[in-house]
């Protein structure tokens, strides 16, 4: 039976530190390799050499989860390499470590790695990659153009002009408000309203992008159909899901939107806390806007059983936390609805089915 061999790999932007075990001693430790094609070419020539097999499943790498983690692992499996992705999360013994130098840190990971004890993370498509880099670029747009209106607002006010919050919405209502304004105020306020229409302009662009792409995504037209969801919503949360059969229950796809409570239970006691947010922050994001554009859809939405859920709680706690258990439930309908590859069945929650 040929032996395992196991490597650590710290990796960083411009470099990466290896260790290299097998279960009776260490082969090599603290050698590190650029990042560029010299460097990969090196460390996969040294792989080939350590190697006893033609397929080289002798090997295992790891590496920790990072903005470049997958391509290095696409690079490692084209040769033939099997590279385990490290959830860092889930695994604290880096990052808690009182000797925290790139040569340690590969070689826990070799260490841990050859126990075989290494949470994995999970790596999305090639698909879910792109859209996930769309809709972070439009939420950037999206907070740059609430940022340029609240300054706006500001240098408005200190001239004494008060703007309402909406005001600067629409790129008409702009172009009036700079008819009227004296010069001395429009040379700055001129400069951010321009800044504003590239800015949304380019926000169009991205979400056109996500159209066109989803056009024939069976997973986006499918949550398209509940009410409340647009493209760009039902894009964010098809990308940050990925696969839905990767999540054994809705519970464990809910605690992934960290819409679950903090629970601590000692001997009898059980105390629930907040929400954990744990997992990606804009299908958390996505969801919560869900359901406030549900709310708002009072004449199409009012019969359903989630909102009349919705009210009782908002009267019995509050707005904030009753938005919290809407989307958690409606995170359980996503679910139900990907897994059972039905559209949304306004029907069910009428006649108040349990989901």
């Keep these: 039976m040929e032996e395992k061999i196991y490597v650590g790999i710290d ?9 290299i075990l097998t279960s009776v001693s260490v082969l090599e430790e603290g050698t590190r390799f650029e ?53 860092t999360l889930r695994f604290k013994v880096v990052n808690l470590s009182t000797k925290k130098t790139d040569k340690n840190d590969a070689r826990t990971l070799a260490e841990f790695l050859s126990k075989d004890i290494l949470p994995e993370s999970h790596l999305c498509s090639a698909e879910s990659e792109a859209l996930r880099r769309i809709v972070k670029s439009r939420n950037l747009m999206v907070q740059d153009l609430v940022a340029l209106k609240n300054q706006a607002h500001a240098v408005l006010l200190a001239y004494g002009h008060i703007t309402k919050t909406a005001q600067f919405q629409s790129k008409r209502e702009r172009n009036r408000m700079l008819e009227t304004l004296p010069s001395h ?39 398209m159909t509940i009410p409340g969801i647009g493209v760009v919503n039902a894009c964010t949360i098809r990308a940050y899901i990925d696969d839905i059969d990767r999540f054994e229950t809705y519970k464990h796809f809910s605690a992934y939107c960290g819409l679950v409570p903090w629970v601590q239970s000692s001997n009898e006691s059980v105390y629930y806390g907040r929400i954990t947010k744990r997992g990606p922050q804009e299908l958390r994001t996505s969801l919560v806007q869900c359901v406030v554009a549900m709310v708002r859809m009072e004449k199409k939405t009012s019969n359903y059983s989630l909102m009349r859920e919705y009210q009782d709680l908002k009267n019995e706690k509050s707005s904030g ?24 069945d306004s029907g069910k929650l009428i006649v108040n089915t349990e989901f």
Excluded: W
């Excluded at 990796?11 to 290896?18: G, R, V, Y």
């Excluded at 990969?40 to 470049?68: K, P």
């Design 11 to 19: 990796l960083h932007k411009t470099q990466f530190t290896i260790c």
């Design 35 to 87: 990042m560029n094609k010299e460097g990969y070419r090196a460390f996969i020539s040294l792989m080939r050499h350590l190697s006893s097999s033609e397929t080289h499943d002798d090997i295992i790498m790891a590496i920790e989860s990072t903005a470049n983690s997958r391509f290095f692992r696409d690079l490692m499996a084209s040769s033939g390499f099997k590279v385990i992705v490290v959830n």
């Design 185 to 223: 105020i429009t040379a700055t306020i001129g400069i951010i309203f321009q800044t504003i229409d590239v800015v949304e302009k380019q926000k169009k662009v991205l979400e056109h992008c996500l159209r066109s792409i989803t056009t024939k995504d069976h997973t986006v037209n499918l949550l």
């Design 321 to 344: 936390k009753a938005i919290i258990a809407t989307a958690r439930k409606l995170s359980r309908i996503i679910y139900v609805m990907l897994k059972s590859n039905t559209p949304f």
